[in-house]
């Protein structure tokens, strides 16, 4: 990879860890105000829209045949619908920064996904020690915010699905060749996610219960500019330079924003093992992005 190339990946990671782990307030802000699958549901209608109109005006390639929409539409199916579809429905009741530290589970989900795919890539022992390291860095954090009843059973089981869900979307991506350009691609994604996410709001009755306030629709806005067309195509844009369980490394990053901000934003629960536990995490991160990647025809 040139290194200019190297340079742009390096900066949509930074981007994602920071955006993606801000988005976790402005998701607790946003379901106090409106009802989760509605307000995740036009958040990626929108976004989606958005993009794919300036894939159109500036003439960018779609894929090419009803296979290739088909796929993008799975992938954002399982990205949006199952992965942040459930990381919102959780926010009613789980504080912004414990949601964050759960969801760092999706590297190792990721690491353990690929394992399954042909001539799929590999990490070293020191990646996986990484993963291991960032996860117990993780548990520490759960743990001990479980003792400050700031999640519950319950809630951790949604977030682990929704981990489970976006790592199934993140490898699955990886199973195929896109005919369209990244662009595209994101929009039909998106645009896919938010029609799964309003029609199932809409069954599920959510429709009476939308309330507009100005922190809700100002919540709504920051995801879809920040959260989605920003964050999100950064993150596929990763994916297609970087092994799944590399580019999932965000996640043990995003706990460490999410907490800080729900700290100081909204008054969540915090303590020093938090910081503790962040250099741990962080230290994961390292490990993984330094170590060596293989395919199973090189081992």
């Not at 929108?46 to 992938?75: H, W």
């Not at 919102?88 to 990721?110: M, R």
């Not at 993963?131 to 520490?140: D, E, N």
């Amino acid at each position: 990879m040139a290194r200019r190339e190297e340079t742009t990946v390096i900066m949509a990671y930074i981007a994602v860890c920071i955006l993606w782990g801000s988005t976790y307030l402005a998701i607790r802000i946003g379901v106090s105000n409106f009802p989760p699958a509605l307000f995740a549901g036009i958040r990626f209608l929108i976004a989606g829209f958005l993009v794919l109109l300036y894939a159109y005006v500036k003439g960018y390639k779609f894929p090419e045949n009803s296979t290739g929409v088909r796929r993008q539409a799975i992938v954002g199916l399982f990205l949006l619908l199952g992965g942040n579809g459930l990381v919102v429905w959780a926010e009613q009741w789980v504080y912004s920064g414990a949601t964050a530290l759960l969801l760092a589970v999706v590297p190792l989900f990721n690491a353990i996904l690929e394992r399954f795919l042909p001539n799929g890539p590999r990490i070293g022992l020191k990646g996986w020690l990484g993963l291991l390291l960032g996860f117990f860095g993780v548990a520490l954090l759960v743990l001990k915010g479980s003792e400050m009843k700031i999640i519950d059973i319950s809630g951790g089981i949604i977030l682990l699905m929704a981990a489970l869900s976006w790592s199934l979307g993140s490898v699955y991506s990886k199973t195929f060749k896109s005919s369209g350009t990244t662009v595209a691609n994101i929009g039909l994604q998106m645009l896919a996610g938010g029609v799964g996410l309003t029609i199932l709001g809409f069954l599920m009755g959510e429709a009476s219960n939308i309330h507009l306030t100005s922190k809700g629709l100002g919540a709504l806005a920051y995801l879809i500019f920040f959260g989605s067309i920003l964050g999100y195509s950064s993150y596929i844009y990763i994916l297609q330079r970087w092994p799944a369980s590399k580019a999932g490394t965000y996640a043990y990053v995003n706990p460490v924003v999410g907490v800080i901000l729900g700290a100081v934003i909204l008054g969540e629960p915090v303590s020093p093992n938090v910081f503790i536990s962040a250099v741990i995490i962080l230290g994961g991160v390292l490990l993984v992005q330094l170590s060596k990647t293989s395919t199973k025809s090189e081992q």
